[in-house]
């Protein structure tokens, strides 16, 4: 790229990594899912296998906008601010759909009290009449052997 234009575009290098087009997938989603929020209906959100997919396309753009401080002639690619600002987006709404499915309150079955028996505790209380033992306060670096020099 940087060859034959004399600049590093990140936008095509990125098409057909399936990364941009994971990001335009959620972002429907995430219309869909203030279309559905209205109606109150609840749909599966995301992945954390997405969400690392999306993470490790957000560390790409943070590298490119970073380099394009570094050499803002060679990497002038304009639109990553647009899509690093699209792609926090989505990253923060995956984030809070996984974190709102695993806040949802599981069904536990909790045995009834009253029925089960009493029984005796196997644990063994610890005895506090011995004196404890003496605690080696020397520093690790005196207690391992030093390597020659």
């Given at each position: 790229m940087h060859k034959r234009s004399g600049s590093v575009e990140l936008l095509p290098a990125l098409k057909g990594t399936g990364l941009l087009e994971t990001m335009e997938s959620l972002?429907?989603?995430m219309l869909l899912d203030s279309q559905d929020n209205s109606n109150g209906t609840t749909r599966p959100k995301t992945t954390p296998t997405i969400l690392l997919r999306l993470e490790g396309l957000h560390r790409v753009v943070v590298f490119y906008v970073w380099m394009r401080f570094r050499n803002p002639?060679?990497?002038?690619?304009i639109g990553i601010d647009d899509l690093k600002q699209r792609l926090e987006k989505v990253l923060n709404w995956g984030l809070a759909s996984i974190s709102n499915q695993l806040?949802?309150?599981?069904?536990?079955?909790?045995p009834d009290l009253a029925l089960a028996s009493p029984k005796k505790s196997t644990i063994e209380e610890p005895n506090h009449d011995s004196p404890a033992p003496p605690i080696d306060r020397t520093p690790d670096?005196?207690?391992?052997?030093?390597?020659?020099?």
């Open positions: 972002e429907k989603d002639v060679i990497y002038a690619d806040a949802r309150p599981r069904e536990v079955h909790t670096i005196l207690a391992s052997p030093q390597p020659p020099l």
